[in-house]
């Protein structure tokens, strides 16, 4: 079945084009024609202000699926955690990808190192980061650290931690690994995701077309991760049942596979002000557990 040639939108960021790369190598192994296209979007823009002090929801995606509706584009690669869980109208997702390795990462500098306390961090410093459930989880387990905003690509926060504007820096594994950096000279701690939970589909590729783009949908079949789908599906569930974008102070991890069973930890609070609440639900299956995590979690709020 043949497409044509496939222009695949993505941001400019070093992370954005590994994944959009990543995108056009495996189409290019099944033999289509791929180029990117960069688009620039609100989040790229606005470099001033943390995820959860910013207006509205989607504004790492938004600028791309303008483009995928008026077909200046074919493909939108997006890192799934970023994007709203209602697709725009006559958007859906083609595929969704394996999952990297979805834990977050705190790095630390070594001079700031002390491997008695959580996390190796000594008391009392400064940790950066921008995302709202990420300040949850720090204020839950080390209260005692001041938690400052930082912006930019994950190379540039690297280098604002090297720089010394910070004691140490929250990232996802996933953003790290795939750029294949080099932390020699940092302490790198890998949290336990069911003690430090992360975003929903972090980790995951989300691959978005236009409704009705029949032979592109087929193109990407070989790329779609079932049981990924179904798990992250799950997680993202929790969060549009929440109404919540990056604002929202929630990490939602589902674990398991149709056979085996799935369980689910999800924390929320309704601002960061608030307790935090957490659950964790085991089910033979993924229909309404979605909804069982949210009750659960309204009722402990």
């Known amino acids: 079945m043949s497409t044509g040639k496939i222009t695949i939108g993505s941001r400019g960021s070093d992370l954005a084009l590994w994944q959009a790369n990543f995108v056009r190598n495996e189409l290019e192994n099944l033999g ?21 002090k910013m207006e ?15 077909k200046e584009i074919d493909l939108a690669v997006h890192s799934y955690k970023d994007l709203e869980t209602t697709q725009p109208e006559g958007l859906k997702i083609g595929a969704t990808s394996y999952r990297a390795n ?24 400064v940790i950066g980061t921008s995302s709202a459930r990420r300040k949850l989880q ?6 005692d650290l001041q938690i400052k905003d930082i912006r930019g690509n994950v190379p540039t926060r690297i280098e604002k931690l090297r720089s010394g504007d910070f004691d140490a820096i929250i990232l996802a594994k996933a953003g790290i690994d795939r750029l294949e950096l080099d932390l020699s000279d940092l302490h790198v701690y890998e949290c336990d995701p069911l003690d430090f939970i992360p975003a929903p589909a972090q980790g995951v590729l989300a691959l978005q077309i ?16 079932a049981e990924v789908a179904a798990r992250v599906g799950v997680e993202r569930k929790v969060l549009n049942l929440f109404q919540g974008g990056c604002q ?29 609440a957490r659950v964790s639900i085991s089910s033979e299956k993924t229909e309404g557990l979605a ?5 659960e979690l309204k009722k402990k709020a």
């Open 56 to 70: 509205g929801k989607g504004f790492f995606t938004k600028e791309i699926e303008s483009a995928l509706l008026a």
């Open 138 to 143: 720090v204020k839950l387990h080390r209260s």
């Open 102 to 125: 979805p834990v977050d990462t705190i790095l630390i500098r070594k001079s700031e190192v002390d491997e008695n306390n959580k996390w190796a961090v000594k008391r009392g410093r």
């Open 291 to 295: 909804e069982q995590v949210v009750a």
């Open 32 to 52: 289509h024609e791929v180029e990117i296209k960069i688009i620039k979007t609100k989040g790229d823009a606005i470099q001033h202000l943390s995820f959860d």
């Open 210 to 225: 236009r409704e009705g783009h029949g032979d592109l949908e087929h193109a990407l079949k070989p790329l779609n991760n």
């Open 248 to 276: 929202l102070p929630l990490g939602a991890y589902c674990i398991g596979s149709e056979s085996e069973g799935y369980r689910i930890d999800a924390i929320m609070a309704p601002d960061l002000d608030s307790v935090a």
